[in-house]
């Protein structure tokens, strides 16, 4: 391991962007680097799929010059579909609250699940979603699916973090 001399307010950003209790400055710029994750991919795809498309989305210019957050939310949702089909499926009819549904195969049961649902159709897909739910359900929903699929957590992260970066 090498140390080096980074300036206080580099060290501040890094320590910012710290997902969980006792992660290291190393993971934290692997992640944010997206450096571990495409080596990862483009040598071993996890048994579930190859989440690299999820990696160069979020590092795009697009997604990331894309104002509009419940755009990037579509666009998170509609690559996991195309990630692996059949457990964004198991994932989906998984995730719902105590009243309401957050994804469906059809636009009218999230209407059924409660008022000002604002379903869309997730791009690509057969799928709706709610949008009209605050940035922090937003993060649940697409953690959620996530982690039931079995993404790595450094890109877990990664795309935590870009989703809300403007």
């Known amino acids: 391991m090498k140390t080096i001399e ?3 307010d580099l060290y501040q950003y890094i320590a910012r962007q710290t997902c969980h209790i006792g992660e290291d400055a190393s993971s934290i710029l692997r992640r944010l680097l997206a450096i571990e994750s495409y080596q990862v991919t483009a040598a071993t795809p996890t048994q579930f799929g190859d989440f690299s498309a999820l990696v160069a ?3 795009s ?7 509009k957050l419940v755009n990037r939310f579509l666009s998170i949702l509609a690559v996991l579909y195309t990630c ?6 198991v994932a989906a009819a998984s995730l719902h609250g105590s009243k309401r549904r957050y994804l469906a195969d059809d636009e009218q049961t999230l209407l059924r699940s409660g008022n000002n ?3 869309k159709l997730i791009p690509n897909t057969p799928y709706w979603v709610v949008t009209n739910s605050n940035t922090a359900r937003k993060i649940f929903i697409i953690e959620s699916l996530m982690n039931t699929m079995e993404v790595p957590d450094y ?3 990664l795309v935590k973090t870009q989703f809300v970066a403007k």
């Open 6 to 8: 980074i300036d206080d």
């Open 57 to 59: 989305l979020v590092k």
């Open 61 to 67: 210019d697009e997604f990331v010059n894309q104002k």
């Open 84 to 89: 692996n089909h059949s457990l964004f499926s």
């Open 117 to 119: 649902t604002k379903p």
């Open 155 to 157: 890109i877990i992260g």
